[in-house]
């Protein structure tokens, strides 16, 4: 079985076509109905979430519980999810009807692989628009190629259930970049196999994305490479996780001095100090 889950919070105006493209999969069609659960995580609309999701009627598993962010809603479906395979869909996201397919044929043919994601479409405000270099994607062992940014789009990955028993689940107490800490954790654990298909259209531009309401999303991205140092990490990973929180602290620090927030700049400009030492001081240790 496959288990699907889809985390939401007011987006019912998306989260139709989100599910449709879900029951439309031509895995799912062909096989039987066994083969597939979709459950939507509900983290406390105050929309017609649940009116939607009824509409689709008994084919659903609707979980509704207070709001407590996206984290905590995949983890409630990672709880309540039955399959062996796990698949998530941002609920402003689509799948192609082949996803699925494509995905189980790679799994079926690579037992050894526990994790594969696929190449995405972008639209933002309903425009086709084209990825930037940066966002290439990668396969096999892609710990270097995820620090810089979030890299594996949740709604493009096939995972095998027992992926999160070594990774663990999301970070509840991030408030962004989630989907960036854990996409550290998988790609320090096991290798990550790129499908070089589009296969996601993913959605966005709209007001209520996370990118959109916090500024400076590099403040989480510090806290999750924080987080990975006190992991089992060779001494050429920390390395390369100290060069980034540098980098991405030096970004910070010279926004908020141009927003006038001088203590802010401060504890950025702090970390650099703290890092790029222990990086001097871990390269004489190398020679």
């Not at 987006?11 to 449709?20: D, K, V």
């Not at 009116?51 to 409630?76: C, D, I, P, T």
């Not at 140092?229 to 010279?254: F, G, M, N, W, Y």
């Not at 926004?255 to 001081?281: M, V």
Request: aromatic letters at 12%.
């Amino acid at each position: 079985m496959i288990s699907v889950i889809i985390p939401t919070y007011n987006r019912a105006s998306f989260l139709a076509e989100a599910i449709q493209s879900v029951l439309s999969q031509d895995y799912f069609v062909r096989n039987s109905s066994s083969s597939f659960e979709l459950l939507v995580i509900d983290d406390g609309s105050t929309d017609n979430t649940k009116e939607v999701v009824n509409s689709f009627g008994k084919k659903m598993k609707y979980h509704f519980q207070e709001h407590k962010g996206v984290s905590a809603a995949r983890n409630l479906g990672l709880d309540l999810a039955q399959g062996e395979y796990i698949a998530f869909l941002d609920s402003d996201d689509l799948w192609k009807k082949e996803k699925i397919s494509i995905q189980m044929s790679f799994m079926n043919a690579f037992p050894q692989a526990k994790v594969c994601y696929t190449e995405e479409i972008w639209m933002r405000r309903g425009v086709f628009v084209n990825p930037k270099k940066k966002h290439r994607k990668y396969s096999g062992w892609i710990f270097d190629r995820v620090l810089p940014l979030c890299l594996i789009s949740l709604s493009s990955a096939l995972f095998r259930r027992e992926v999160f028993e070594v990774t663990g689940k999301f970070d509840e107490e991030l408030l962004a970049c989630e989907d960036y800490d854990f996409g550290i954790r998988l790609a320090l654990k096991c290798p990550v196999y790129f499908l070089p298909k589009p296969l996601i259209i993913k959605r966005g531009g709209h007001s209520d994305q996370l990118s959109r309401k916090y500024w400076g999303m590099d403040r989480f991205r510090v806290k999750a490479l924080e987080k990975t140092l006190r992991l089992d990490l060779t001494p050429h990973q920390e390395i390369l996780v100290k060069r980034e929180i540098v980098r991405k602290c030096q970004i910070l620090a010279s926004g908020f001095e141009k927003r006038k927030n001088k203590p802010a700049a401060r504890k950025y400009l702090s970390l650099i100090d703290k890092y790029r030492l222990t990086e001097q001081g871990q390269k004489m240790e190398e020679k």
